[in-house]
């Protein structure tokens, strides 16, 4: 992998950050469990070259490390993780075993010697950075808490000083002396995203936010961001491109492939005749449709055919694509469209001889025929979805506000939800139930990633 691979999956605003200046400082908040530990080392791998590494700890020995993170292995040498409460580093800094108190003031020569201490115990560096985790726990461990606010300013000058990156892990969220001695700050958080615990929407997300970064520009302070596999990875702010190429998924005997392999995976593949929902809250906008053109460009790719009723203003809908057919409603009369409707996917069949994928939009049936026209329409189109086998399946797509929702929710086989989380575009089902995705988009088409 890539230098500018590992950078990607790091905020732009924190990689601009380490490469502004030399010596920056960078204290990363959170309470346990939220990741600071995966993120300070991600950023180490980003920014630092191999060998350079320096893990300034309490608990964790290199073997414990390289077992939970063994990425990192080439860029922190074993000898490389410190244990902070060896009694050669209190000597450093002035705290003798049988001594109540310091025998030295806290000023540059004490960091000098304690920096002096920890690299003779490190393997050669030529430009190392440094992290202390968790800098509560060096802390409290040297029985320095009423002195963190000075131990840290002067680590601070010292590695500015030698131009030597420095990250501060802390397991708080509330502002503190430090948070204004260093040049960064960020935290960590898990939230609650939707519905009560108990409910089948509740899902939790992980955010990042930017809290300062001295000096330099926070274009956006939030970021939704995964620990999948044991790596940090934020998700940018997620932008439709119904350009991109789609590689096809075949079909298996009488299953059909949604044409993503990720969604694949965690729906398995869509039994002929079923029923979809997909539904969108407030910010998702046409995002979700990057998901229903691959969709569409896999059951074309497999030789059939797609009818579409989409929503006002739809991309795909202004899309000429072979086999797909888009047809809004000419007509207030269920009859008419009914009949009409069907003549559509009927001439599509008679021309790819496979049954046909269908799309609807509840809104846009809704807005011309309101509420009680509108499901009388839909139990025609599931007439003929039985009754003739010209389709081999119906999709719905509706926002969360759609009054048709509820009742279309309780007969479907699948139910998705799209949601937007600081700009990137998240999925999740409840029917059936699968974990909070994260959307992303590529030359090879539309990726699913857990957010765990």
């Not at 204004?180 to 700050?185: A, H, L, N, P």
């Not at 939704?224 to 075949?250: I, N, Y």
């Not at 937007?420 to 995705?437: E, I, K, M, N, Q």
Request: hydrophobic share 40%; proline share 5%.
């Amino acid at each position: 992998m890539e230098r500018s691979e590992w950078k990607d999956r790091i905020p732009p605003e924190i990689i601009s950050f380490f490469e502004a200046f030399p010596g920056q400082s960078l204290l990363v908040k959170g309470r346990p469990g939220t990741g600071k530990t995966i993120l300070a080392l991600e950023i180490l791998r980003a920014i630092c070259e191999k060998g350079n590494g320096l893990y300034i700890s309490t608990r964790m020995e290199p073997r414990r490390l390289y077992v939970t993170s063994p990425w990192i292995r080439d860029f922190i040498p074993e000898r490389n993780v410190i244990n902070a409460t060896q009694s050669k580093v209190r000597r450093s800094l002035g705290l003798e075993a049988h001594h109540p108190g310091r025998t030295r003031p806290i000023d540059y020569n004490t960091i000098l010697q304690f920096f002096r201490v920890i690299y003779e115990e490190a393997e050669d560096m030529d430009n190392p950075m440094i992290i202390f985790d968790s800098w509560d726990g060096v802390l409290s461990h040297l029985n320095m808490e009423a002195e963190a606010a000075a131990l840290t300013q002067e680590i601070c000058d010292f590695c500015r000083e030698v131009e030597t990156h420095t990250i501060f892990v802390t397991e708080r969220e509330g502002i503190a002396t430090i948070d204004f001695i260093v040049d960064g700050v960020v935290t960590l958080r898990r939230l609650r995203l939707g519905g009560s615990e108990a409910g089948p929407e509740h899902r939790v997300v992980r955010e990042i936010e930017i809290e300062k970064v001295r000096g330099l520009p926070i274009r956006q302070s939030r970021y939704l961001f995964t620990l999948h596999e044991g790596r940090f990875r934020f998700f940018k702010p997620f932008l439709e491109d119904l350009t991109a190429r789609v590689e096809s998924a075949p079909y298996v005997e009488d299953r059909y492939s949604t044409g993503i392999p990720d969604l694949d995976r965690a729906l398995g593949q869509l039994p002929a005749g079923n029923v979809g929902l997909w539904e969108t809250h407030y910010g998702v906008n046409k995002r979700y449709e990057q998901m229903l053109f691959q969709l569409c460009m896999n059951t074309v790719a497999n030789g059939g055919g797609v009818v579409g009723i989409p929503h006002m203003g739809s991309s795909i809908g202004k899309m000429n694509l072979e086999n797909v057919v888009i047809h809004y409603p000419e007509t207030e009369d269920i009859n008419v469209e009914t009949a009409s409707f069907l003549s559509v996917v009927r001439n599509l069949q008679e021309k790819v001889k496979k049954p046909i994928l269908t799309f609807i939009s509840l809104d846009t049936l809704e807005k011309t025929f309101g509420v009680k026209g509108a499901l009388n329409l839909l139990d025609n189109f599931l007439k003929i979805s039985e009754e003739t086998k010209l389709i081999s399946s119906i999709l719905y797509i509706a926002g969360s506000g759609s009054s048709l929702l509820r009742s279309v929710a309780n007969s479907v086989d699948i139910h998705l939800v799209f949601r937007d989380v600081d700009g990137a575009l998240v999925l999740y089902g409840v029917r059936p139930v699968t974990c909070l995705y994260g959307v992303t988009v590529d030359e090879k088409g539309v990726h699913l990633t857990p957010v765990v």
